[in-house]
């Protein structure tokens, strides 16, 4: 009897209830599988991680979701039992910050890559964009330059725009700028690094759809650090360094003596050719009589380049309550450059406060303040800053330490000392930036908020310049007519973004995210640009001096409309959709065409949440992903819709008189360039994440490219801008976090991503004719662009030897005037002769087969070791230096290989250089573009390598690190340059026509530092 009663009261059944909630943030946890062991009977837990089922005493309850540690708990004589799950999946339940809002990264259905922070910790780069490289597959970040204060050139997936702007949109807090990173003066500078919390790139369109316009060329989003709560943390972060000039990639230029042999050679060669004699010492100039005696002469790049200092101080204090949270930083960065009288300094303000003024209501305030100054904006050109062309024989300076001013030696280009140039020229700029970003939520009922937010970006800029009358020009000796310039700009951009987000969970397992806003922000600049000539003297170097100012004033704005809607829909963990759409109304287009609309849609199917998977725990995540959606471009020119006036003079009673004329046709039709793309993803997680891997599939069409189209010559214009064209992208990434080795001791972790993009013109304007585009010194395209070819390959003579007798010449093909020893092209057209454009061809592909980036992360004890190395492979790169440094006319500086040209059949050379005899045709043929110029640029490049130490936890410092860091360490590869320079000077034009084109860079040092980071 007696155990007829235990036995009853153990099967009697109760109701259980509780809460789940997740172990390390204390979040409610909904959707989690509730099940009694050994049965079908189960329940989910709801939006507040609340369950209620049937259980007996004698029954254990399982508690399970994924990305956490199952629990088994046994009922026994409870009525209630809350459980706090474990993580079990740290990258599942990373919190990605995606376009308006956050989700975990089980959950997200698009294209997102998550920037891994503390890789990029403690990097020695003055803007968050230059942090970027190597982190993220289909991310391609070119160092182009190491201008102070400059930026990388940043693609996602690719070439995504033609007419307008390829930069991808960054969106700090919320707040899309409208400036974005430029090579040679970053407005990203202005947000400094140690504040970024996080940072996402959102890559294929069901991603960026929600910023709808803007997306098209992928979206950065930066998030700031907040406060916490608790007591007061104050942190210091320093760091000291200096700037090195690698000896890789400079250029490699005659000597004295070798210059001096060069022009006794040249002279020699000329007179046995012209005169048909041998020449004597009387026909040579007596300086270059004695070659040897020179010795090395001057190295001018050696002399306009330094080891430079470089120094950060950044000190934050963040805390709270539950309900305030304030963070509050200052930065202090000084960059000199590692070429003479540069250099970028930077002062950085952020507070950050948020409080809860009731349960429902929460404000918040980020301001963030800053300054910036750069001195000496040169572009590290070596042509128009003169060291790469000026003779080496003449010294930088007198005997008596003052400044040799002018540099020529017998028949070369007399130039301005480079040294006197950089260091007497003012060209100095500052950059004062606000952006504030304010914002109120308001719970309305559960589930349901209301969010606005109110975001304003001032810039406030100035560039002054004076070239004083000491310096001379080419062929004019000092002293010169001073002259000086100033420019002021101001620009004022505000948002306001209004949002109703409603969550929404059932027990059932379906939990649905919906959001919809309205936005408006508009862009004022006004500009002023002033230059004055005829300066008396060099005393006063404010306009006020001049005695003729020209320049004049302009206004410009902009705004832009919109609306917007996303529904996140999930069943279960396993079934996933997100629909997007948002409409923009923009001012930069057309009436007949301002709006557009961009809708987007994605679905996922986590395979490892399936039954059938239980039996399979090699997989912690199994998840395919697939959307397709629709994004846009708008970065043109305010006004090019609209037929631009001009001023004009006209006859008017036999005199002149003021007027107007229209000098540009317009488009009322001008609208988006339009970007349609599918996007297939795979997500795999292996044994508890020790091995994850992300894979995407996509293709992407640019459609309705702003063009310049040619159209009938009736109209009285040659072209307007129109939407014409279609350039198709497809590629492949593969991204791969591995924890290779855990180990009490012991860590070794990689993070490695490889990306495969091919574009391929579609339609071209309204005839498909091909696009001409560059300029090479010659005044040749350097770039064409024709259907079925990628976008801009590279175009020029195809280079085919060297003359090496008269027979040879007479065989042809040849040029009018040719003679043995020069440069053989290829006859492209088969008319028998050699001819500029007619025997053009692609000689060329500017983009690589692949790009890489690898990060591994060693830990042992106390101590950290971090490697950054990232790589590409197969694109090509015009080395268009050549038309200075490959002037054989003898004008400028050379390379040393021109010593290896061919004088004779009996001296015939390397087979590269042709002779310096013969009409000036073929001495100019050799510096224009050509295959013989056109480079393989494979590299791998070791980005950054740094060892840090953990000090022991003392007293009042709660931690203590100190790091030694090298920057652009190690550079692998056999082009002649930097490989990752673009032609960011604008010689020839710039942008998405002009790829793969080298005229030499501002150089990129290797950059040495010992640094601190303290936590009190």
């Known amino acids: 009897m007696i155990l007829l009663c235990i036995s009853s009261i153990s099967y009697a059944q109760k109701t259980i209830t509780g809460q789940l909630t997740d172990a390390a943030t204390g979040a409610v946890l909904p959707s989690v599988t509730v099940g009694v062991k050994g049965s079908n009977k189960g329940a989910f837990t709801d939006a507040g991680g609340r369950y209620s089922l049937q259980a007996a005493a004698t029954d254990s309850l399982v508690f399970s979701m994924i990305g956490f540690v199952t629990q088994t708990v046994l009922v026994g004589n409870r009525d209630k039992v809350n459980i706090q799950l474990e993580s079990s999946n740290k990258v599942l339940n990373q919190v990605v910050v995606v376009g308006y809002g956050t989700q975990q990264k089980k959950d997200v259905t698009g294209s997102v890559g998550i920037v891994p922070m503390k890789n990029i910790k403690d990097l020695p780069v003055a803007g968050i964009d230059q942090a970027l490289s190597g982190q993220i597959a289909g991310i391609q970040v070119n160092t182009s330059n190491g201008i102070p204060g400059g930026g990388p050139q940043v693609q996602v997936r690719g070439i995504g725009a033609v007419g307008a702007g390829s930069q991808p949109l960054y969106v700090v807090d919320g707040f899309p700028l409208s400036t974005t990173s430029v090579e040679v003066s970053n407005p990203m500078n202005a947000i400094n690094p140690a504040d970024i919390e996080s940072m996402a790139v959102l890559k294929d369109a069901s991603a960026t759809a929600i910023y709808g316009s803007r997306g098209a060329n992928g979206v950065v989003l930066i998030t700031t650090k907040r406060g916490s709560s608790g007591k007061p943390t104050v942190q210091i972060s320093a760091s000291t360094g200096?700037?090195?000039?690698?000896?890789?990639?400079?250029?490699?230029?005659?000597?004295?003596?070798?210059?001096?042999?060069?022009?006794?050679?040249?002279?020699?060669?000329?007179?046995?050719?012209?005169?048909?004699?041998?020449?004597?010492?009387?026909?040579?100039?007596?300086?270059?009589?004695?070659?040897?005696?020179?010795?090395?002469?001057?190295?001018?790049?050696?002399?306009?380049?330094?080891?430079?200092?470089?120094?950060?101080?950044?000190?934050?204090?963040?805390?709270?309550?539950?309900?305030?949270?304030?963070?509050?930083?200052?930065?202090?960065?000084?960059?000199?450059?590692?070429?003479?009288?540069?250099?970028?300094?930077?002062?950085?303000?952020?507070?950050?406060?948020?409080?809860?003024?009731?349960?429902?209501?929460?404000?918040?305030?980020?301001?963030?303040?800053?300054?910036?100054?750069?001195?000496?904006?040169?572009?590290?050109?070596?042509?128009?800053?003169?060291?790469?062309?000026?003779?080496?024989?003449?010294?930088?300076?007198?005997?008596?330490?003052?400044?040799?001013?002018?540099?020529?030696?017998?028949?070369?280009?007399?130039?301005?000392?480079?040294?006197?140039?950089?260091?007497?020229?003012?060209?100095?700029?500052?950059?004062?930036?606000?952006?504030?970003?304010?914002?109120?939520?308001?719970?309305?009922?559960?589930?349901?908020?209301?969010?606005?937010?109110?975001?304003?970006?001032?810039?406030?800029?100035?560039?002054?310049?004076?070239?004083?009358?000491?310096?001379?020009?080419?062929?004019?000796?000092?002293?010169?007519?001073?002259?000086?310039?100033?420019?002021?700009?101001?620009?004022?951009?505000?948002?306001?973004?209004?949002?109703?987000?409603?969550?929404?969970?059932?027990?059932?397992?379906?939990?649905?995210?919906?959001?919809?806003?309205?936005?408006?922000?508009?862009?004022?600049?006004?500009?002023?640009?002033?230059?004055?000539?005829?300066?008396?003297?060099?005393?006063?170097?404010?306009?006020?001096?001049?005695?003729?100012?020209?320049?004049?004033?302009?206004?410009?704005?902009?705004?832009?409309?919109?609306?917007?809607?996303?529904?996140?829909?999930?069943?279960?963990?396993?079934?996933?959709?997100?629909?997007?759409?948002?409409?923009?109304?923009?001012?930069?287009?057309?009436?007949?065409?301002?709006?557009?609309?961009?809708?987007?849609?994605?679905?996922?199917?986590?395979?490892?949440?399936?039954?059938f998977m239980l039996n399979a725990p090699v997989f912690s995540d199994l998840k395919i992903r697939a959307s397709y959606g629709f994004t846009g471009n708008f970065n043109i020119g305010n006004y090019s819709y609209m037929s631009n006036i001009g001023t004009a003079d006209y006859v008017l009673g036999g005199a002149l008189a003021g007027g107007r004329v229209m000098n540009a046709f317009g488009n009322p039709n001008l609208g988006w360039e339009k970007m349609r793309e599918l996007n297939v993803g795979l997500d795999v997680g292996l044994w508890k994440d020790r091995l994850y891997i992300t894979a995407d599939f996509y293709k992407r069409n640019t459609e309705d490219l702003l063009l310049q189209t040619e159209i009938p010559a009736s109209s009285g214009f040659v072209s307007v801008t129109e939407n014409r064209g279609d350039l198709e992208n497809k590629g492949f990434e593969i991204g791969i976090s591995s924890r290779n080795i855990e180990t009490r001791l012991f860590s070794w972790n990689t993070n490695f991503n490889i990306a495969f993009n091919r574009n391929k013109v579609l339609a071209l304007g309204r005839t498909n004719d091909p696009i001409y585009s560059g300029n090479s010194s010659e005044g040749n395209p350097t770039n064409i662009t024709v259907i079925g070819r990628p976008l801009a390959m590279l175009y020029g003579y195809v280079f085919d030897g060297i003359y090496q007798n008269q027979a040879e010449v007479e065989r042809g093909p040849a040029f009018p005037g040719a003679i043995p020893g020069n440069i053989r092209y290829k006859d492209i057209n088969g008319d028998g002769q050699i001819t500029p454009r007619q025997d053009f061809d692609i000689i060329g592909n500017p983009y690589p087969d692949f790009t890489w980036g690898m990060t591994n992360t060693l830990t042992y004890g106390s101590f950290d070791l971090r490697v950054l190395v990232v790589g590409s492979m197969g694109a090509d790169r015009l080395h268009a230096t050549n038309d200075y440094n490959g002037n054989i006319d003898g004008v400028f500086n050379v390379r040393k290989e021109i010593k290896d040209r061919w004088r004779s059949e009996s001296q015939p050379g390397n087979g590269r250089i042709p002779t310096t005899n013969g009409t000036g045709r073929g001495r100019v043929m050799y510096r224009d573009v050509s295959s013989l110029t056109v480079e393989k640029n494979d590299y791998a490049w070791i980005k950054n390598i740094t060892l840090g130490y953990t000090i022991p936890k003392k007293g009042f410092i709660s931690s203590a690190r100190i790091y030694a860091s090298i920057q652009n360490a190690f550079l692998f590869t056999r082009y002649s340059g930097n490989p990752e320079v673009s032609n960011y000077l604008g010689k020839g034009g710039s942008g998405a026509l002009v790829p793969g084109i080298d005229y030499s860079n501002y150089p990129v040092p290797r950059i040495f530092s010992l640094g601190t980071n303290l936590t009190f």
């Open 242 to 611: 200096w700037q090195v000039v690698p000896q890789k990639g400079r250029p490699d230029l005659m000597n004295g003596q070798e210059f001096a042999q060069f022009w006794k050679e040249l002279t020699e060669d000329k007179i046995r050719f012209e005169e048909h004699r041998e020449p004597t010492d009387a026909d040579i100039p007596e300086i270059y009589r004695n070659p040897a005696a020179i010795g090395k002469g001057t190295d001018w790049f050696e002399e306009v380049t330094r080891v430079a200092p470089m120094h950060e101080v950044n000190v934050s204090v963040s805390g709270g309550s539950d309900k305030t949270r304030t963070y509050i930083s200052a930065g202090y960065l000084n960059q000199d450059g590692v070429m003479i009288n540069t250099g970028y300094k930077r002062y950085s303000v952020r507070a950050n406060v948020e409080t809860m003024l009731s349960d429902k209501i929460k404000v918040g305030v980020n301001v963030a303040p800053s300054f910036a100054t750069k001195t000496g904006s040169i572009r590290g050109e070596g042509r128009d800053e003169v060291f790469g062309i000026a003779s080496p024989i003449e010294p930088a300076y007198l005997p008596d330490g003052s400044y040799n001013a002018f540099i020529q030696s017998p028949g070369t280009f007399g130039l301005p000392n480079p040294v006197m140039l950089l260091n007497e020229t003012v060209n100095n700029a500052q950059n004062n930036r606000l952006i504030i970003n304010g914002f109120g939520e308001y719970e309305i009922i559960k589930g349901l908020k209301f969010k606005s937010t109110f975001n304003v970006d001032w810039q406030s800029a100035k560039a002054e310049y004076f070239r004083p009358s000491t310096l001379g020009g080419v062929n004019t000796a000092p002293p010169s007519i001073p002259s000086g310039s100033v420019g002021n700009a101001n620009i004022m951009n505000w948002l306001n973004e209004n949002t109703l987000t409603y969550n929404w969970a059932a027990a059932s397992g379906h939990n649905v995210t919906a959001l919809l806003g309205y936005t408006v922000q508009q862009q004022k600049e006004t500009y002023a640009n002033f230059t004055g000539t005829n300066f008396p003297d060099d005393d006063i170097k404010t306009l006020n001096a001049a005695a003729t100012l020209t320049g004049g004033t302009d206004k410009l704005e902009w705004a832009l409309l919109s609306y917007l809607a996303r529904v996140n829909y999930a069943y279960k963990d396993r079934y996933l959709v997100t629909a997007t759409i948002r409409s923009d109304g923009s001012s930069r287009f057309g009436a007949n065409n301002r709006w557009g609309t961009f809708p987007s849609l994605a679905v996922g199917w986590r395979i490892s949440q399936e039954h």
